[in-house]
């Protein structure tokens, strides 16, 4: 019997000052089971720093179409392709391929500076990619405000973002590996 994914619900409160995008999103995410709550936790990051009601959550595990969040325009043309972790060189060019601007999000500390030390020259002359490393203790931190049914502010401001869940908050420094700053 194959192991089933988790549920968790979350409402999103975004005060995003460099967009001026300030909106609730109520969102449910299905973990699976081979997914841990520190990249779940990061998925919603990343929701949250590109957040649009037309934003929505892909079926990444075990289909490379898809990335972890995707925004299509009415034409069904993918705007905007978002990644968590560290993939593979050639499906980062096929997402550039496929999207108007394609992100992605690196965690982990050491294994991500080894991730982009083995494929960032490969993309040195990539116009619509943006890879954005995690300091190190991001990750866990966020984890750790894992819960089931979640309540969750992120307020974003020249490239930082603070994230509560009404006991602890985290900042976050956005790094850019490359992309704008």
Same mark, same amino acid.
């Given at each position: 019997m194959a192991l089933k994914s988790t549920i968790f619900k979350a409402e999103l409160q975004i005060s995003d000052m460099d967009r001026g995008y300030y909106h609730d999103h109520t969102v449910t995410i299905a973990?699976?089971?081979?997914?841990?709550?520190?990249?779940?936790?990061?998925r919603l990051l990343a929701f949250a720093l590109h957040a649009h009601e037309a934003l929505a959550f892909g079926n990444k595990i075990g289909n490379d179409d898809e990335p972890d969040l995707w925004l299509k325009d009415l034409t069904?043309?993918? !705007?905007?392709?978002?990644?968590?972790? *560290? &993939?593979?060189?050639?499906?980062?060019?096929?997402a550039c391929g496929r999207?108007?601007?394609?992100?992605i999000y690196s965690y982990s500390g050491h294994s991500a500076d080894v991730w982009w030390g083995q494929v960032g020259k490969g993309f040195e002359r990539t116009r619509n990619l943006t890879v954005i490393n995690l300091p190190a203790a991001v990750s866990p931190a966020l984890a750790k405000m894992s819960q089931r049914t979640m309540k969750l502010q992120y307020t974003i401001l020249d490239g930082q973002v603070w994230v509560s869940d009404g006991n !602890?908050?985290?900042?976050?420094?956005? *790094? &850019?590996f490359i992309g704008p700053s």
């Open positions: 973990r699976h089971p081979s997914e841990t709550d520190e990249r779940m936790m990061v069904g043309a993918i !705007e905007l392709w978002i990644d968590v972790g *560290q &993939p593979d060189e050639k499906l980062v060019r096929r999207a108007r601007q394609v992100f !602890e908050t985290v900042l976050v420094d956005l *790094q &850019p």
